[in-house]
């Protein structure tokens, strides 16, 4: 996969917006961006994805720097069930043939 | 649809013992992947498949592993004479064979071996 770099952890205070940047340096100009997110003794559960343009729904919204060698995907406003590791992924090839390769994330802690 | 149904959800084994995970996807997926995750770390790719069609194995995926999915609906991973660093959580996904890789997991099955 291309390679993504992720902090360990971060705390977001309750009701803040969570910023979880990543860097992707070496992307591709067809390849694109994929958040995913594992709460505690859950399956990891699909965020958002984009290729360069800013995107948003009803989870997060992801910004993809105009070099595309970065994103942040921001919560607006984090609630205590957004505790969770949240993994940024660059697949190679998006033809669909290559499997997701999860890194470690970063753990987010929502703080009350 | 309820979503990815993983069974057993946990599984405690003694070394050297067969055991066999079952996973039913989402109806219309055609995709299904197998994830291995231990303790602190992202899942680790296994396999995949695309209807009955083994498309890619991992090199984690050693002669003690093998998955089915004979008609293209659920799938089953068995492990065989289990080993103590075979215990993890065993995570199954379902996608439609699209460019974009949008997975649905499951909840996943812990196995643990003494």
């Known amino acids: 996969d291309a390679k993504t770099t992720q902090p360990t952890s971060m705390d977001c205070a309750e009701g803040r917006a969570a910023n979880l940047p990543c860097n992707h340096s070496?992307?591709?100009?067809?390849?694109?961006v994929y958040w995913y997110r594992q709460i505690h003794s859950q399956g990891p559960q699909y965020i958002i994805h984009g290729l360069k343009n800013n995107e948003t729904n009803e989870m997060a919204s992801l910004i993809i720097t105009e070099d595309r060698k970065s994103s942040t995907l921001i919560l607006p406003h984090a609630t205590l069930r957004d505790t969770a590791v949240y993994y940024c992924?660059?697949?190679?090839?998006?033809?669909?043939?290559?499997?997701?390769?999860f890194g470690k994330g970063t753990r987010l802690s929502v703080i009350a | 649809d309820t979503g990815v149904s993983q069974n057993p959800r946990h599984k405690i084994t003694k070394r050297g013992q067969n055991v066999t995970f079952r996973c039913d996807p989402i109806?219309?997926?055609?995709?299904l992947y197998w994830y291995r995750q231990t303790l602190g770390q992202g899942p680790e790719f296994l396999t995949y498949f695309q209807n009955e069609a083994q498309l890619e194995k991992s090199r984690l995926l050693s002669d003690r592993f093998s998955a089915e999915r004979p008609k293209g609906s659920f799938s089953t991973l068995e492990i065989q004479r289990t080993e103590q660093g075979d215990s993890a959580m065993y995570l199954c996904a379902s996608s439609l064979a699209r460019a974009l890789i949008v997975l649905t997991f499951g909840a996943g099955s812990r196995l643990t071996v003494l």
């Open positions: 070496t992307i591709s100009g067809n390849e694109y």
């Open positions: 992924i660059v697949p190679i090839f998006n033809s669909g043939n290559t499997p997701l390769v």
């Open positions: 109806s219309e997926h055609n995709r």
